[in-house]
């Protein structure tokens, strides 16, 4: 039985890059950068986004597919916070999200004169890592509350992730968080990742991120 | 493609929910009794685990299976701050433990003359929800970092849960965490589920959960 469910999973996995890389190429063509955000539940994704919108919005039209298994509080938050276009994507019971599904949910959703989507990705730090959407990049989030030590723990997101975020840094006084182990841990499973250190909260460290974003979209182009 | 994927998944809780079914079997011949324990990565299990097992020992043989993906640092923290048995269990990668799994992690631990025996899952919200690990009962964590919003995303882990326990309540200064709305919406999702309010750190509720776990134990004899 272990055989056969591997089997089918490898065939999921082979189809899904494929799809993935059409995806890409029908975003390039269409001159969207499509940034794919992944981290545990509850670790600031939606607050990080806003503030990152805020900072971009005036430059670049931005849409966002918030993906949950239920619920639509997200979408709904930072549609009211930033005022850009949103949609809720469910993804019945599924703990990640495959790159037809981002096909298709971006089917859905009115994409033209977008510059830049991001997704926000089902809350979990496993099985988003093993599925490309076909973003351009992917960024994801480790918040102080969950402790420096989640790379030991769960490889293969930080392996995949070209952006690493620190966020809730503000909430450092409260719990025993050792920064420094957290990028050096961070880094060995990837050497490459670009690491950025913030309080979306408090307005701190989101800058230089919104810039290195630009940066990447102006490369792209 | 999707047609073939649901039906093996089908086929694999089916043959999961039986091999489940049977560990249950054995482990009440032998007298233990099973929890597992869920949560988001981060969410306080080893810290929580750690003070409940501090209150039990004196009055049960209690043993520790840890599964993650990689790294062995709960294992051994939690040998070194309770000094009971424990194990760590990896699981090549998956998001989740099996209950042929759990069977393979049960073979391969000494459990003769064990009375309680705690299985710390995989840190993820959504898979470990679908498989019956063959517990007793399953407990879940949520801490107040994460947000009270929690269950209406994942409605699965909520709804099978026996205990849900809220942790890391000393932190709520730093957080806008609404209590209430919490569990009013966890008793949405499981009007059955006993809710406990805890902080492990500062030694705070943790002994009505023991108490309860204690009784559950006692039931169960």
């Known amino acids: 039985m272990d055989f056969q469910v591997i089997k089918v999973k490898e065939d999921v996995l082979q189809e899904n890059n494929k799809r993935a890389d059409e995806l890409r190429k029908y975003l390039k063509n269409k001159g969207i950068y499509f940034i794919n955000v992944m981290a545990s539940p509850g670790s600031g994704k939606t607050t990080l986004l806003t503030g990152l919108i805020n900072k971009l919005k005036e430059k670049y039209n931005i849409g966002v597919m918030e993906a949950d298994i239920d619920g639509d509080v997200d979408a709904k938050r930072i549609h009211e916070l930033t005022g850009v276009r949103t949609i809720q994507v469910h993804t019945s019971g599924a703990c990640h999200l495959t790159a037809q599904m981002t096909h298709d949910a971006i089917n859905a959703f009115d994409i033209k004169d977008l510059d830049l989507l991001f997704l926000e990705n089902v809350g979990n730090l496993v099985c988003p890592a093993e599925f490309d959407t076909g973003s351009n990049i992917n960024m994801m989030l480790l918040s102080v509350p969950e402790g ?65 974003i630009s940066s990447l979209i102006e490369a792209n182009k």
Not at 169 to 176: E, P
Not at 195 to 205: C, H, M, N, V, Y
Request: proline share 6%.
């Open 148 to 212: 420096e030590d989640k790379p030991l723990k769960y490889p293969l997101m930080f392996e995949v992730s070209d952006i690493a975020v620190i966020t809730k840094t503000d909430t450092k006084k409260v719990f025993d968080f050792n920064e420094e182990k957290c990028q050096e841990y961070i880094k060995r499973r990837n050497p490459k990742a670009k690491i950025f250190i913030t309080s979306a909260i408090k307005d701190e460290g989101v800058k230089p991120l919104a810039d290195y």
